[in-house]
């Protein structure tokens, strides 16, 4: 039972019960885990970053065919057809927007115009200072340890510099798994939680069980931070496939990710012009190097592998370290439940001190 004192800003900003977030994992945040998570009390992104406009559109329907909960929608303001997907997200009334890298003040105007909550994921404090004055009203503060593309700067010490540079409410994000990191976060001043990795392994998610092995065998060891998947730093579980790339040269990288554009595009249905655009728009706002925006191409690819057709060693698994230390599949139910106990005991232990 939800403990009246975990009501937080952050919760009754996205309106739900418990001041957690299941954060956005391309491939894995579908309309089923986004609604599951929000039935159970917590607050659900979509992943939009893969998908072109009309999936995008028919998944955000289907969120709301599942839960009458509020949610939100994840996506990259530089993606072909992201302004489509804009339009979807005012149109079928999200709750909230997540994004990461690359802003774009026009699509933000656009969005709290529409009463929609702005919620960037940071890295660094200046980045969070930077993501408050384009708009946002909530920052998720990732730390290094944390799924996908990340930081160095670890959670324990990136969290109470974002609290003291911004006065939004502040999520936790980067190793979160218990109700016990729930009362930690908020005891350093956050308003919540939020967890992708966690979520990533639950009954609803649609990882298939060979993927979700590889994931339980891994310690908090095995998962390494890699440029060699996209160009930016990616945490992912150490497999063959990450040791491959990083053995490889230059140009056998640059033909990979080439093939990777060539079926991205398939894939996408996106034009050469829109992926250019999309890519020159990334070697501009994230300063990647020629390399680099090429290579970009291979991250959904390489990660569809792995998530969607089940070929563990073939794909990229991103991971947070938290990894190493989750070995069950619980509903989202289940896990909001354990996670509120747990946090209960936590703060019943503090009490008799
Ligand atoms: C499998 C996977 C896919 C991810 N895909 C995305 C994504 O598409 N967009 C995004 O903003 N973050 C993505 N992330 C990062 C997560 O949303 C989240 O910030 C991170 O997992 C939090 O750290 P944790 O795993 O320690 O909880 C992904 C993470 C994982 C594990």
């Given at each position: 039972?939800?403990?009246?004192?975990?009501?937080?800003?952050?919760?009754?900003?996205?309106?739900?019960?418990?001041?957690?977030?299941?954060?956005?994992?391309g491939?894995v945040?579908?309309?089923?885990?986004?609604?599951?998570?929000?039935?159970?009390?917590?607050f659900?992104?979509?992943?939009?970053?893969?998908?072109r406009?009309?999936?995008?559109?028919a998944?955000?329907?289907k969120?709301?065919?599942?839960?009458?909960?509020?949610?939100?929608?994840?996506?990259?303001?530089?993606?072909?057809?992201?302004?489509?997907?804009?339009?979807?997200?005012?149109?079928?009334?999200?709750?909230?927007?997540?994004?990461?890298r690359?802003?774009?003040?026009?699509?933000?105007?656009?969005?709290?115009?529409?009463?929609?909550?702005?919620?960037?994921?940071?890295?660094?404090?200046?980045?969070?200072?930077?993501?408050?004055?384009?708009?946002?009203?909530?920052?998720?503060a990732?730390?290094?340890?944390?799924?996908?593309?990340?930081?160095?700067?670890?959670?324990?010490?990136?969290l109470?510099?974002?609290?003291?540079?911004?006065?939004?409410?502040?999520?936790?994000a980067?190793?979160?798994?218990?109700?016990?990191?729930?009362?930690?976060?908020?005891?350093?001043?956050?308003?919540?939680?939020?967890?992708?990795?966690?979520?990533?392994?639950?009954?609803?998610?649609?990882?298939?069980?060979?993927?979700v092995?590889?994931?339980?065998?891994?310690?908090?060891?095995d998962?390494?931070?890699?440029?060699?998947?996209?160009?930016?730093?990616?945490?992912?579980?150490?497999?063959?496939?990450?040791?491959?790339?990083?053995?490889?040269?230059?140009?056998?990288?640059?033909?990979?990710?080439?093939?990777?554009?060539l079926?991205?595009?398939?894939?996408?249905?996106?034009s050469?012009?829109?992926?250019?655009?999309a890519?020159?728009?990334?070697?501009?706002?994230?300063?990647?190097?020629?390399?680099?925006?090429?290579?970009?191409?291979?991250?959904?690819?390489?990660?569809?592998?792995?998530?969607?057709?089940?070929?563990?060693?073939?794909g990229?698994?991103?991971?947070?370290?938290?990894?190493?230390?989750?070995d069950?599949?619980?509903?989202?139910?289940?896990?909001?439940?354990?996670?509120?106990?747990e946090?209960?005991?936590?703060?019943?232990?503090?009490?008799?001190?």
């Amino acid at each position: 039972m939800a403990n009246a004192t975990l009501d937080t800003p952050l919760s009754r900003s996205l309106g739900c019960r418990y001041p957690i977030i299941q954060t956005a994992m391309g491939w894995v945040a579908t309309p089923e885990l986004v609604a599951a998570t929000c039935n159970a009390g917590a607050f659900g992104f979509l992943a939009c970053a893969t998908s072109r406009p009309q999936q995008a559109e028919a998944d955000i329907r289907k969120v709301t065919e599942l839960t009458d909960r509020p949610f939100g929608v994840n996506f990259l303001m530089e993606q072909p057809g992201a302004a489509e997907i804009v339009d979807a997200i005012v149109r079928y009334g999200a709750k909230a927007a997540s994004y990461s890298r690359s802003p774009k003040r026009e699509f933000i105007d656009k969005l709290k115009a529409a009463d929609i909550l702005c919620v960037p994921t940071v890295g660094a404090a200046r980045h969070a200072e930077k993501a408050v004055e384009l708009g946002a009203d909530i920052i998720v503060a990732q730390g290094g340890e944390g799924g996908g593309h990340t930081g160095i700067v670890p959670t324990s010490l990136l969290l109470p510099q974002v609290i003291d540079a911004v006065d939004v409410p502040v999520a936790a994000a980067g190793g979160f798994h218990s109700g016990q990191g729930l009362v930690a976060a908020l005891a350093y001043g956050a308003d919540g939680i939020a967890m992708g990795t966690r979520f990533m392994l639950t009954a609803e998610s649609p990882v298939p069980d060979p993927t979700v092995d590889r994931y339980f065998k891994a310690s908090v060891m095995d998962v390494p931070v890699t440029t060699q998947v996209d160009g930016l730093p990616q945490r992912v579980v150490r497999n063959e496939l990450v040791a491959e790339l990083e053995a490889s040269s230059s140009v056998a990288l640059l033909i990979r990710a080439l093939r990777s554009a060539l079926e991205y595009r398939k894939l996408s249905g996106a034009s050469i012009g829109e992926l250019i655009s999309a890519a020159f728009s990334m070697r501009k706002n994230d300063k990647l190097t020629r390399s680099q925006m090429i290579m970009a191409a291979n991250a959904p690819i390489l990660i569809k592998r792995a998530m969607v057709e089940g070929v563990p060693s073939e794909g990229v698994l991103p991971s947070g370290q938290v990894t190493g230390v989750i070995d069950d599949r619980p509903t989202c139910a289940e896990l909001i439940e354990r996670l509120m106990t747990e946090a209960d005991g936590a703060l019943a232990r503090l009490n008799q001190h």
